[in-house]
T-cell receptor, first 115, second 115 residues
Framework: DAGVTQSPTHLIKTRGQQVTLRCSPK?????VSWYQQALGQGPQFIFQ???????QRGNFPDRFSGHQFPNYSSELNVNALLLGDSALYLC??????????????FGDGTRLSIL | AQSVAQPEDQVNVAEGNPLTVKCTYS??????LFWYVQYPNRGLQFLLK??????LVKGSYGFEAEFNKSQTSFHLKKPSALVSDSALYFC?????????????FGTGTKLQVIP
């Protein structure tokens, strides 16, 4: 039973570029959330996708956008990259029917470095 | 707005001694509380959760947590620490915000178990 998989594992970009990160949820899960974890910090919620729609968004600018596909996989896009976007980007999946009691399952993340 | 506080950036404990990692929370409704562990360059792994019922919750790898409603705390404990427990620990609270699940993480506590 595959868990949450993210690609790529590492990525180096320069300021102003655009990046796309990918996530495949755990088998059977239908909800995907994205988090940004800066060095030495806790994960910060970016947004959540369910039924191919963005359902909730954290305090992130419009440069951060996403998509969810019919197979529940998801992409995170970041435009006009800034040095401050350097972080570990985590994808977490869950089953919507489980409600609040169900823990999220996390991938190992994509380490994004901006030069 | 919901929030989680982990007052200690780092906790040092000798191998074989009991350990405690502290967490306090603030939420408007019923708290759904979680502990996750993160090893270097990895995603978060679920340890345990409190939903309702017994105030002492048992989880993975011998960890347990004590829920205290009056003190709004959810401290992580283990009777006998192992060197392999050295990692970053995150407390999280889940709540409904605008009808959708919102997860807030603490800033993390680095646990160092000394041989």
């Amino acid at each position: 039973d595959a868990g949450v998989t993210q690609s790529p594992t590492h990525l180096i970009k320069t300021r102003g570029q655009q990046v796309t990160l990918r996530c495949s949820p755990k088998s059977g899960h239908d909800t995907v959330s994205w988090y940004q974890q800066a060095l030495g910090q806790g994960p910060q919620f970016i947004f959540q996708y369910y039924e191919e729609e963005e359902r909730q968004r954290g305090n992130f600018p419009d440069r951060f956008s996403g998509h969810q596909f019919p197979n529940y996989s998801s992409e995170l896009n970041v435009n006009a990259l800034l040095l401050g976007d350097s972080a570990l980007y985590l994808c977490a999946s869950s089953l919507s029917a489980g409600g609040l009691i169900q823990p999220q399952h996390f991938g190992d993340g994509t380490r994004l470095s901006i030069l | 707005a919901q929030s989680v506080a982990q007052p200690e950036d780092q906790v040092n404990v000798a191998e074989g001694n009991p350990l405690t990692v502290k967490c306090t929370y603030s939420v408007s409704g019923n708290p759904y509380l979680f502990w996750y562990v993160q090893y270097p360059n990895r995603g978060l792994q679920f340890l345990l959760k409190y939903i309702t019922g017994d105030n002492l919750v048992k989880g993975s790898y011998g960890f347990e947590a004590e829920f205290n409603k009056s003190q709004t705390s959810f401290h992580l404990k283990k009777p006998s620490a192992l060197v392999s427990d050295s990692a970053l620990y995150f407390c999280a609270v889940r709540d409904l915000a605008g009808g959708y699940q919102k997860v807030t993480f603490g800033t993390g506590t680095k646990l160092q178990v000394i041989p």
